[in-house]
């Protein structure tokens, strides 16, 4: 499952914390925040993002920014056909088990890893839903056994960009799936289509 590992942290008595990572620029403000009080590793296990292309941009920028900030790494296998399963005649209602599917994997990792609890950085989004990442997170402690930390990184949204922007990393136009990819770019593609496109009634 893991497959990179940047050796970095001086652990001493901090508790060990495994913080899933969508994206770099979403790690910049938990990482400012969490950093302080707990030796974290950070956990990219994505199969949701679409396609392979972005997929390697966002974690060519996140495995840059652990490497500057001197922060362990760990990613799981890109295993695409389990998002797809996990979302299958869910569409509407895919982002909870796309959050089910990553947590979970992300709590195992913990516990074989033996950690001290789990979090993610999605809950920086305003985009995300935050009650369900909540639940789901809790959830998934509930059946694994592993701590699960909500925190709410919304106000470091905001910041999180800016230096993003700064620093010059990929920022992605849209989630992640090819769902939300085709949401990102939806009127362009009725202007484009327009009169043409042809409904045939199934
Ligand atoms: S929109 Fe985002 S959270 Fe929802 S299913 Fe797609 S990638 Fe997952």
Redesign the pocket.
């Known amino acids: 499952m893991i497959y990179c590992r940047y050796p970095s942290i001086k652990v001493l008595d901090l508790r060990k914390l495994l913080i899933h990572a969508c994206c770099g620029p979403c790690l910049i403000y938990p990482n400012r925040v969490l950093r302080e009080n707990s030796a974290i590793t950070v956990f990219f296990f994505n199969p949701?993002?679409h396609p392979s292309v972005e997929y390697a941009r966002r974690l060519e920028t996140l495995s840059s920014y652990c490497r500057n900030e001197r922060l362990a790494l760990l990613v799981g296998e890109y295993r695409m056909e389990e998002y797809f399963r996990a979302?299958t005649f869910h569409e509407n209602d895919?982002?909870r088990n796309?959050?089910r599917l990553r947590l979970t994997e992300t709590a195992c990792a913990a516990a074989n890893e033996g950690y001290d609890a789990f979090t993610t950085t999605l809950t920086v989004s305003p985009y995300?839903d935050h009650e369900a990442l909540q639940e789901i997170g809790e959830e998934v402690a509930e059946s694994t056994g592993m701590p699960f930390e909500y925190h709410d990184f919304r106000k470091g949204f905001r910041q999180s960009q800016e230096t993003a922007a700064e620093i010059g990393m990929h920022r992605q136009a849209y989630?992640?799936?090819v769902?939300?990819e085709r949401e990102r770019y939806e009127k362009k593609l009725s202007r484009l289509t327009g009169d043409a496109l042809v409904r045939t009634g199934r």
């Open positions: 949701n993002i979302v895919r982002c796309c959050y995300q989630c992640g799936c769902f939300s």
